[in-house]
């Protein structure tokens, strides 16, 4: 029996009152609304926590790993995402957060700013290759790869083969740690500060490889209360900022192209942008494209759903500690490239959550009952029947997951014929 | 009897606002029956481009999806003008894009030259003051 996918966006079912505001704005077409809560079809969420966003009530949750879980083991890593940098506005250098970290019972603060300067570099060698199909796609966000998996499958081949900085990030900082230590890597843990619940459901269910470097994903939000009463305290150590300002600009959209420095490249946020950005793709219509970084993510990782400051502000503290020009290059040593397993070593596959049938001809079938069945619906896209659109409902009722009554819209309609029938057979009883 | 999905779309002259919006739709259709994603790019780009050929060459007309299990066929079928000279018109680099259309990043003259090599059979037929239909097959 195949393993039930992880993920981790969640509904808490006795919070969901089965509004539509979630199911309107599922990138995937992922939410039904069913006896009257919202369900997640497993096969086709992304877990870009859009539907957290936009939840009133709260009953969109991401599943991360609790703060305690980091005392599995024996020495515990903490791997702050760039974006976290962006939390604080009092804060002064990223040494605070660091020691921040530290002083909440981490060993050793490892920034994954730095996992981003080893993949920049590693991209720019992927790019030499002119092999590869045009525009090369990040594999950063894993929001968009599990999107170009379902919706476009047939631009996997352009997605870079090069893993996520916090993989990066999570090998550099145990095999530093294992070395200047003396301990066994195994009794070392490394923890992403995640703000994000894809990238926690990249970390359990990686993809392009088998297992994640990363043990654990902390939510920015469980973290940001102690944290930041420990950075009002914590010292200022520049020396510590190891990673360059270009690794810590990664954090925002457009930091990405900004550290890879692509001739001809293209940074688009938020999910429905990079949607219209990469049927363009499809289309050929970006010719001359070297380059395509696209975050789910309004404003990049800094609008992140689990963050607590608001993307804007958050975005603009990114760019006063990225310009600072403490680190202006890309902080890799010689030999980076070949030490550790940058590269993905599973073809990435397309998710077939959106085909209607294994069988072409069964297939066709039911496309044809689908257009029969959405040619008499009202085309209001109201999501009353609890399907995101008319189309959508159209394709349930043909998967048998759906009856045409449910449309309040019909049902209008059939008791308008059944009132009218009743009248005519109420006036032929009394003639 | 032998499967077949058609679909129709109506295709406007000088609408470049919703130009594209025929190919999505079919992209979409053809995902849902799971062709596979070699064909599926090759149709997509030969699919905008002449959906967009309608939009900035003709005078309106109409874009079809044929799809049978052998084959995925496209037809673009117009109501004029016509193309004079095929055979220059199919020359890589030449257009006849209006003003208004290069400076919306048309008319490199890439075109037919781009249908043709994506698609596995590939007719054209045109009658200056008639109309032209061109007809791309891929073979599934």
Redesign the interface.
């Known amino acids: 029996m195949e393993q039930k996918r992880f993920h981790s966006v969640r509904l808490e079912g006795e919070k969901c009152r089965g509004c539509t505001n979630c199911l309107k704005r599922c990138p995937t077409e992922a939410i039904r609304v069913r006896g009257g809560r919202a369900h997640i079809i497993d096969e086709r969420c992304i877990d870009c926590g859009e539907c957290i966003r936009v939840c009133g009530y709260h009953a969109k949750v991401a599943v991360t790993d609790p703060l305690s879980c980091i005392n599995t083991f024996k020495y515990k890593i903490a791997l702050p995402a760039p974006s976290l940098y962006g939390q604080f506005n009092n804060m002064k250098s990223i040494g605070q957060v660091l020691n921040g970290l530290k002083e909440m019972g981490f060993d050793e603060a490892f920034e994954v700013a730095r996992g981003a300067d080893v993949v920049s570099r590693a991209i720019q060698e992927r790019l030499k290759k002119h092999d590869l199909p045009r525009p090369v796609i990040s594999s950063a966000c894993p929001a968009i790869v599990r999107l170009i998996q379902v ?1 476009f ?2 631009l ?2 352009h997605i870079v083969d090069v893993r996520q900085p916090m993989e990066v990030a999570a090998m550099i900082a145990r095999r530093e740690f294992s070395r200047k230590r003396g301990v066994p890597e195994s009794e070392i843990g490394c923890f992403f500060i995640s703000p994000c619940p894809a990238k926690v459901t990249a970390i359990h269910t990686p993809i392009g490889h088998e297992k994640s470097a990363v043990d654990g994903a902390i939510s920015v939000l469980e973290i940001y209360g102690p944290l930041s009463s420990h950075i009002r305290t914590a010292q200022t150590d520049t020396e510590m900022e190891t990673a360059s300002d270009l690794g810590v600009g990664w954090a925002r959209s457009g930091g990405e192209c900004n550290a890879v420095q692509p001739e001809n490249s293209l940074s688009v946020d938020g999910i429905e942008n990079c949607i219209h950005v990469l ?1 363009e793709i ?4 970006l ?1 001359g494209l070297e380059f395509f970084e696209g975050a789910a993510c309004t404003g990049g990782c800094v609008g992140g759903p689990l963050n607590f400051e608001n993307n804007y502000v958050a975005r603009s503290s990114i760019g006063r500690l990225a310009s600072r020009d403490l680190n202006p290059e890309l902080n890799v040593d010689a030999g980076m490239l070949t030490k550790y397993d940058l590269y993905d070593d599973i073809r990435i596959q ?1 998710n ?1 959550a ?5 069988d ?2 069964e ?3 039911k ?2 009952r689908i ?1 029969r069945i959405y040619k008499e619906l009202p085309g209001f896209d109201c999501g009353s029947c609890g399907s995101p659109t008319c189309r959508t409902f159209a ?1 349930d009722i043909v998967q048998g997951s759906a009856t045409k009554m449910e449309c309040i819209h019909m049902m209008r309609e059939q008791l308008r014929v059944m009132a009218e029938q009743m009248v005519d057979l109420a006036k032929t009883t009394r003639e | 009897m032998a ?3 058609e ?1 129709n779309f109506p295709v406007e002259a000088g609408a470049y606002t919703t130009a ?1 919006e025929a ?2 739709t079919i ?1 979409r ?1 053809l ?5 596979s ?2 064909t ?2 090759r149709v ?2 030969a ?2 481009e002449v959906e967009l050929n309608l939009v900035i060459h003709s005078l309106g007309g109409t874009l079809t999806l044929l ?1 049978t ?1 052998e084959k995925v066929t496209l037809i673009s079928k117009d109501v004029g003008p016509g193309i004079p000279d095929i055979d220059k018109a199919m020359t890589e680099g030449y257009s006849t894009a209006s003003d208004e259309a290069r400076t919306l990043g048309f008319g ?1 003259g890439m075109g037919l030259p ?1 249908m043709k090599r994506n698609a596995t059979e590939f007719d054209i037929q045109s009658e200056v003051g008639v109309g032209t239909t061109i007809t791309m097959s891929f073979a ?1």
């Open positions: 919706r499958p047939d996997i081949d049927e499809e289309d050929n219509r010719r397309p077939s959106m085909k209607l049938d294994d072409l001809m297939a066709m079938r496309m044809e257009e394709e | 499967v077949l999905l679909k594209g190919s999505t992209k259709t995902k849902q029956l799971g062709i994603a070699e599926l790019r997509s780009v699919c905008y799809v299990p490199a781009n599934l």
